[in-house]
């Protein structure tokens, strides 16, 4: 769906209540930690596209300090002419591996000749905007889970794969091991019908 400032607000407050009804050690982390801030969750979809893309495999910090390197490049938010516009030697300049930047220019090739339409895929099931995009080279399912939480804002998504949240699931529980990717999805069934915001909350508090 598409939200407006106003109301993603409101659905992160009403998603951290239940969420802190649901999940006792949830409750804990909510009191210490208290609200997202809602702009910080908002992307437009070209630019969270890329931002997953940049973000494979990195530190949240490390992808931001790439991702202002080529805004300062394109112009933000960027868009897939800009992108297009800029080498491979360029955006290698800027941070990205040799097969992120493949990734990224067939991404941006793709949305600029029509061949993935990012606002169609508003619309979409999950399970079809998951296959849309893992089609494009370099494109993962980790990437579309990251796509669908910050580009399309859904609420209920998970990415089990995902190393930050396995770490922040099992501090969140003090457990003795690592929670496997499956483990992780299963502890996350708690928080449905808002597993996204349970996520966004793991990632900043841990």
């Known amino acids: 769906m598409t939200w407006t400032p106003d109301a993603f607000a409101d659905a992160l407050r009403e998603a951290e209540a239940y969420l802190a ?30 931002r997953a893309l940049i973000g494979q495999q990195l530190s949240a910090r490390a992808a931001a300090s790439i991702a202002q390197r080529l805004y300062a490049l394109t112009g933000e938010p960027p868009t897939a002419r800009a992108l297009l516009a800029l080498d491979a030697d360029t ?3 800027c941070g990205l591996s040799a097969a992120k930047v493949r990734a990224a220019h067939a991404v941006a090739r793709a949305v600029h000749e029509g061949g993935l339409d990012l606002a169609a895929l508003a619309a979409a099931e999950e399970a079809a905007v998951i296959g849309a995009l893992t089609v494009l080279p370099g494109v993962g ?27 922040g699931i099992q501090r969140l529980d003090d457990l003795p091991e690592l929670p496997s990717p499956a483990a992780a999805l299963e502890r996350a069934e708690r928080w449905r019908p808002y597993r996204t915001v349970a996520a966004w909350q793991l990632w900043r508090a841990f």
């Open 21 to 50: 009804t649901a999940d006792p050690p949830f409750a804990a982390l909510l009191a210490q930690h208290g609200p997202l801030a809602p702009e910080r969750y908002r992307r437009e979809p070209f630019t969270a596209l890329l």
């Open 91 to 93: 955006l290698r300049g």
């Open 141 to 167: 399912p980790w990437t579309a889970h990251m796509f669908l939480m910050f580009g399309l804002g859904r609420l209920d998504v998970f990415a089990p794969g995902d190393l930050g949240l396995r770490r």
